[in-house]
């Protein structure tokens, strides 16, 4: 299941993420129960959509009292209820990393370029369901938030913010806060019952990102997707290694069994708290590597093949 050819894998452009549109043909974020395709990966419970106020009305014994309207109710002096209709149109919101580390590929593209693929197809996909479309790119200094709105115009305000990610030069900051801050921002605007989508490598990972995430799926659906380079799995078994970037250069001799074992540790660390969180708060958790198929992999999820009834 090897990555799609492209001619640059450091970088994709708006042309390539419009042509994605025919991907989603025969795929739904509807699917009333879905699977992801790894061992270990767990079914998503599907969350109820949201309700919107519809009108008010005068009570009627046996109203809940919690939905009185307050204010119709001291302006009127009469007791009234308010009304609420299901959401025709669910909020898919979708949250893209693009701090420093999603820059990064030993193998097939960039991280970045890879994140950038699976949002452009679930956008086209909640599209294709006739969802609203929303959501957020952001790295460690600035973020670029979209309102969920509906019609293929929304899809390409995200496409648009997506293309030509190139920016490896950030300043550097703290990753643990972006990371948490964007989930922040994604949780003021979720309604109860939306589906969120974050596209992330989880590098800073902490009790407070996992808290924020418990906080949203407890009211929504939830699909994470991990992205990942075999480099950050382990290290070579023998050799001096050099890495970096403009601020810092490390070099390693990936010989010392100890320090490739705590390099697998830390990792394995982050992968755990994943696994956790997906299964007992019932989020969707999907993986893919650097040289691997996004397109293959949501369809192995959301294709026909793999929907169920409930």
């Not at 640059?8 to 699917?31: Q, Y």
């Not at 969120?196 to 949203?216: K, N």
């Not at 023998?238 to 001799?253: A, C, E, T, W």
Request: hydrophobic share 35%; proline share 3%.
């Amino acid at each position: 299941m090897k990555a799609e050819k492209i001619n640059d894998p450091t970088s994709i452009s708006l042309t390539d993420l419009i042509a994605l549109s025919s991907a989603e043909s025969g795929m739904s974020l509807h699917a009333r129960a879905i699977r992801a395709r790894h061992n270990g990966q767990y079914l998503s419970r599907i969350k109820g959509r949201g309700m919107e106020f519809a009108e008010s009305r005068p009570y009627q014994p046996g109203d809940d009292v919690r939905n009185i309207d307050w204010r119709v109710t001291a302006r009127s002096g009469n007791t009234y209820s308010k009304l609420f209709r299901e959401e025709r149109e669910r909020p898919v919101l979708i949250s893209v990393d693009a701090r420093p580390s999603m820059f990064f590929a030993t193998r097939g593209r960039f991280k970045s370029v890879i994140g950038a693929e699976f949002a452009a197809m679930l956008a086209w996909m909640a599209n294709g369901d006739g969802d609203r479309v929303g959501g957020e790119i952001f790295n460690n200094q600035q973020h670029t938030e979209l309102r969920p709105r509906r019609g293929k115009q929304s899809v390409l305000r995200m496409l648009q913010a997506m293309a030509g990610l190139t920016d490896i030069r950030q300043p550097r900051a703290n990753e643990q806060a972006s990371l948490e801050m964007a989930l922040r921002r994604i949780q003021r605007i979720a309604h109860p019952g939306s589906l969120v989508c974050m596209i992330s490598d989880f590098r800073g990972l902490d009790a407070a990102t996992s808290s924020r995430l418990i906080q949203i799926a407890r009211h929504n659906e939830m699909i994470l997707i991990q992205l990942y380079d075999w480099l950050e799995t382990r290290l070579p078994d023998k050799g001096q290694y050099s890495l970096g970037n403009d601020d810092k250069v490390i070099s390693f001799n990936a010989a010392n069994s100890r320090l490739r074992q705590e390099y697998v540790d830390h990792y394995q660390s982050r992968l755990d708290q994943l696994r956790q969180l997906s299964r007992r708060y019932s989020m969707t958790w999907l993986q893919c590597a650097t040289d691997e198929s996004p397109l293959e992999v949501l369809r192995q999820v959301y294709g026909k093949s793999t929907r169920r009834q409930a």
